[in-house]
């Protein structure tokens, strides 16, 4: 099962170097992330939601190269090209991978303006490890899944932490 967290950040820059965080641990296979998205709730109060992928440019570029393989067939690689390619931006930006959009937008309603937070979904982690990285960046836990011994301990460390 998967564990969602979502922690709020007085800044989308604070948030951004918490997943950057995430994802370098990732590499020394501390934790295994799903999905990392960081919300934003600009001043205007508009919401922005920052993707880890970027599904419209891999539609349109496996689109492109089925559509030019399709065209090749019909002496016409160009043009398959370019309707594939089409086709899978579409198809790409319709897609929803990870933690729900609609959840997210949501959530980020309920932030203040100029603050952001980051949605992460976890497939697996090394729990004290990972808590001891991004307890230095602070942060206000706002939901999870967690069990409750966990969830306490992150909130504990998100809580004591002195963010520079």
């Given at each position: 099962?998967?564990?969602?967290?979502?922690?709020?950040?007085?800044?989308?820059?604070?948030a951004?170097?918490?997943?950057?965080?995430?994802l370098?641990?990732?590499?020394?296979?501390?934790?295994?992330?799903?999905?990392?998205?960081?919300?934003?709730?600009?001043?205007?109060?508009?919401?922005?939601?920052?993707?880890?992928?970027?599904?419209?440019?891999?539609?349109?570029?496996?689109?492109?190269?089925?559509?030019m393989?399709?065209?090749?067939?019909?002496?016409?690689?160009?043009?398959?090209?370019?309707?594939?390619?089409?086709?899978?931006?579409?198809?790409?930006?319709?897609?929803?991978?990870?933690?729900?959009?609609?959840?997210?937008?949501?959530?980020?309603?309920?932030?203040?303006?100029?603050?952001?937070?980051?949605?992460?979904?976890?497939?697996?982690?090394?729990?004290?490890?990972?808590?001891?990285?991004?307890?230095?960046?602070?942060?206000?836990?706002?939901?999870?899944n967690?069990?409750?011994?966990?969830?306490?301990?992150?909130?504990?460390?998100?809580?004591?932490?002195?963010?520079?």
């Open positions: 099962m998967a564990t969602l967290v979502v922690i709020d950040y007085e800044s989308e820059i604070k951004e170097e918490v997943r950057l965080a995430l370098k641990l990732q590499k020394e296979y501390l934790v295994d992330v799903a999905d990392a998205v960081v919300v934003v709730r600009d001043a205007d109060g508009k919401v922005k939601l920052r993707q880890m992928h970027n599904l419209t440019v891999a539609g349109a570029a496996s689109g492109g190269f089925w559509g393989l399709a065209g090749i067939l019909f002496l016409n690689p160009f043009f398959g090209f370019a309707v594939g390619a089409a086709a899978g931006a579409i198809s790409g930006a319709l897609s929803d991978v990870g933690i729900d959009d609609k959840f997210m937008k949501n959530l980020a309603e309920t932030l203040k303006p100029g603050t952001a937070a980051l949605c992460v979904l976890v497939r697996q982690m090394t729990t004290d490890k990972v808590i001891d990285e991004i307890r230095k960046f602070g942060g206000t836990l706002i939901k999870t967690l069990s409750h011994e966990n969830e306490e301990k992150l909130r504990a460390a998100l809580a004591s932490a002195n963010p520079t």
